[in-house]
């Protein structure tokens, strides 16, 4: 192992710049699940485009994806609850006739009763009972949720303490939505594998996803990092499985 390149390496994941939710930075160093999944949300989204007049995305991020759906609904709108995406989206998304509303409580979405046919989040936390205020009567919501065994390996690897939120799971959210007051009319779950290449690849994920090993901090976990860098360095990634469900729900 040479140590000035682990050194390079986790300075390099410490700095990186990374704004909105691209993942673009990591091709070829931490192969993510969403390819392999055995549904695509964007499609979920894209077939139910047509038949409404108003959509909400929760938790925006820098509108990357709500960019790429192609044609929209007349009235269109957006949430992002971390400060350094509002500029971000707000670029990306404004000139195009698309408010990003900024907020800190999902419990409390800004908007009046019955205000959107479709609402959409992928990978943001959610209030059933809100969602169901916000949708019009017979709305549909769609998420895909980052479930609670989320790259456990990479906590185990590391000797990190697991999810807090590690009951996260299909079961518990389709049954929170049903007591809510929804039909979950489409469900699906899936443990997808995901492999991390280097250390500052790993670094810098870790850096993006505070929730994942909340106390991480190079110093504190640099033993468990310098073996992880060892065995990356020797060609063998360390292998994952990336947790992920989604459902369609109808008010």
Known sequence: MDPDDYDRLITEGLTT??????????????????????????????????????????????????????????????????????????????????????????????????????????HESYDPAEIRRVLTPGGTFVTQQVGGRDLAELNAALAA????????????????LTEAGFDVTWRDEALAPSAFHDIGALVLFLRITPWHVPDFDVDTYAEPLRALHAQLSEGRPLQASCHRFALIARR
């Open 17 to 122: 710049p990374f704004e909105g939710w691209d993942f673009g930075v990591f091709q070829g160093r931490f192969t993510d699940a969403e390819q392999t999944l055995p549904w695509s949300y964007a499609q979920l989204v894209r077939e139910r485009l047509p038949e409404v007049a108003s959509l909400l995305d929760l938790g925006t991020g820098g509108g990357e994806f709500l960019t790429s759906l192609g044609a929209l609904p007349a009235r269109t709108a957006a949430t992002e609850g971390f400060p350094p995406n509002l500029p971000v989206a707000r670029r990306r998304l404004e000139p195009l006739g698309i408010p990003v509303t900024e907020v800190d409580d999902d419990d409390k979405l800004p908007f009046p009763d019955g205000s959107f046919e479709l609402i959409v989040s992928r």
């Open 161 to 176: 303490p697991a999810h807090a939120y590690a009951a996260w799971d299909l079961e518990a959210a389709a049954a929170e």
